[in-house]
């Protein structure tokens, strides 16, 4: 068996650009902050319905972020949730005011220390950093009351190894993404999903006190269409096609090439339910999908301020395939192929979904 993969590339720990420079993640998450705002009625009024405060009655309310990055949107997601606890929390028990601890988990080369210096000032909660793969135990037995995760289970914990494996059926030659639904590639990222979610809802099942709530807010893609006729997967395909023209420059090793792939895995809402029912650790509230999120957020970026958040969002995995040398170089280039492919995000493509979870441990 001939393997085009390295080691160092199976098992991921990829995460945004850090610090708060112009190409930051922290400067470059707009897109992103417009999934947390698109839902945040939608969270808060299930905090209300579904929360069941006297039977979690506890003096510190505490709440796990799953994929923090570097901010500012975490701070917004735990001030919606925050903010949906303490109405309920005034119906039923208005003399005592509650205390919050919150916890911010992202993978251990997360850069926490911006995090922590851009946290909102005087925020009177208990602050806490958590590195660590969220595919896999972060916290004791039944000790947080609300898990939430945003932008972030798309992100597999690795390429699956039959995808870069150059004699696998299922490897996955000339492209750097799944494209279709129906091949073996398609099997062996849907599997490879499907073992991390297994992970990841066993270890929040165990978390979670009794009653605890998870909210997941995730890409996807609609029933029927494949990665490569959305938005998501229209942009892929620019990104390996610079890889691709970088190659036969000279600029990039073709074998680097051909042994690189996104772990990332955007779901239909039916697929995520099935698992999640599979599992059975957790019972679904509610699973909603929305379509036309890109075309609600309230001012798409302009197309230098896109290159960025491509670049703050890609930077890291990029350089740790293919080297520091070419990463400069890749994403001018990128550039330049988008402006001069007049390229906009989500124009002649299926929208992507916004899937929204509810789970709660009864
Ligand atoms: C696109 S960012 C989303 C950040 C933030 N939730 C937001 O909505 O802006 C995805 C984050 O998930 C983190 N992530 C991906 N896989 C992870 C894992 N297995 N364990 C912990 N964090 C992970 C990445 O490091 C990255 O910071």
């Not at 870069?164 to 129906?182: F, K, L, P, W």
Request: one cysteine or more; charged letters at 20%.
């Amino acid at each position: 068996m001939e393997l085009a993969y390295e080691e160092t590339t199976t098992s991921q720990s990829i995460t945004m650009k850090g610090g708060d420079g112009p190409l930051s993640y922290a400067k470059n998450s707009s897109l992103q902050k417009g999934v947390v705002d698109a839902t945040k009625e939608m969270m808060i009024h299930a905090i209300a319905d579904k929360l069941d405060m006297e039977k979690l009655c506890s003096e510190a309310f505490r709440i796990a972020d799953f994929g923090c990055s570097t901010g500012p949107n975490t701070f917004f997601s735990m001030q919606n949730i925050i903010q949906a606890v303490e109405q309920k929390h005034r119906q039923t028990n208005p003399e005592t005011a509650l205390e919050f601890q919150l916890f911010f988990n992202d993978h251990s080369s997360n850069d926490f220390n911006t995090l922590f210096k851009s946290l909102p000032p005087s925020w009177p909660h208990f602050i806490a950093g958590v590195p660590g793969s969220f595919y896999g135990r972060l916290f004791p037995k039944s000790s947080i009351h609300i898990g939430h995760s945003a932008n972030a289970l798309q992100w597999l914990s690795k390429v699956p190894n039959q995808v870069v494996d150059c004699g696998s059926s299922a490897y996955n030659s000339g492209s750097i993404y799944c494209t279709g639904t129906e091949s073996e590639v398609a099997k062996a990222f849907a599997s490879q999903f499907e073992n991390d979610m297994e992970t990841f809802l066993n270890a929040r099942a165990e978390e979670l006190v009794n009653g605890g709530l998870i909210v997941i807010l995730m890409g996807g893609i609609p029933d029927g269409i494949s990665l490569s006729q959305t938005a998501i997967g229209k942009f892929y395909d620019l990104l390996g096609s610079c890889l691709v023209d970088l190659t036969n420059k000279g600029l990039i090793d073709e074998e680097k090439v051909k042994s690189f792939n996104l772990p990332l895995h955007f779901p239909t809402a039916k697929e995520l339910k099935a698992l999640i029912e599979r599992n059975g650790r957790l019972c679904i509230e509610s699973i909603d999908e929305m379509t036309g999120q890109v075309k609600r957020v309230p001012a798409l970026p302009s197309t230098e301020n896109y290159i960025s958040l491509v670049r703050a969002g890609f930077e890291v995995l990029i350089k740790k395939h293919f080297g520091n040398e070419m990463v400069d170089e890749f994403f001018t280039y990128y550039g330049q192929k988008h402006l001069e492919s007049s390229f906009v995000f989500g124009e002649n493509a299926v929208d992507n979904t916004l899937i929204s979870v509810i789970l709660k441990r009864i």
